[in-house]
């Protein structure tokens, strides 16, 4: 196994401890987890996009905070109707029932990472230059700038920090 998967797998065990629930069970578990991990990778990706465009500006917070709503809504749908349901049919066609929870739960996230920065990255780009003749562009742009800090926050950050309190919340 290579050296990065097993970091990530101690990190993700040292937060979610022995024996507790990595993985929802319920329909309201997951709509939960859900809220509770678009919340975590918006606020976040919100944070490193306005850094990026404008850089750490008086108005840094002003403007991460003006673009959550949205941004959380459209990512919200998009992972409930679209990229979930995909990225589970994806992992299922990889995974076998006699997994690990933890493995599971890596493959899902890794899933959902990559749905999302395509699905999240056309929004930032209509958000940017509108629908136009530059969308596209800004679009493939956006992809592998959000590639690079999405997917390592989602599975050493945001996953092991989400799953521990969803873990609090619904202990196994």
Sequence with gaps: ????????IAWTAFF????????????????????MMC????????????????GLQ???????????PLGFCVALAADWFLVGPLAKKIASGI??????????????STFMASGMVVVMSLFGAVMAVGLSDQT???????????YMVALPIQLLIAGPIVRYFF????PA
């Design 136 to 146: 596209v562009i800004q679009w493939f742009i956006n992809i592998p700038l959000n």
């Design 95 to 108: 995974l076998t029932k006699d997994d690990k929870p933890l493995k599971k739960a890596l493959v899902i």
């Design 16 to 35: 979610i401890g022995k024996g507790e629930k990595i993985m929802p069970k319920s329909k309201r578990e997951s709509f939960i987890f859900t809220l």
């Design 58 to 68: 008086d108005d840094f917070i002003i403007q991460v905070f003006k673009g959550f």
């Design 1 to 8: 196994m290579p050296i990065v998967a097993k970091v990530i």
């Design 39 to 54: 919340s975590f990778m918006v606020m976040t990706m919100s944070m490193y996009t306005v850094g990026r465009i404008s």
């Design 167 to 170: 873990g609090q919340l619904y």
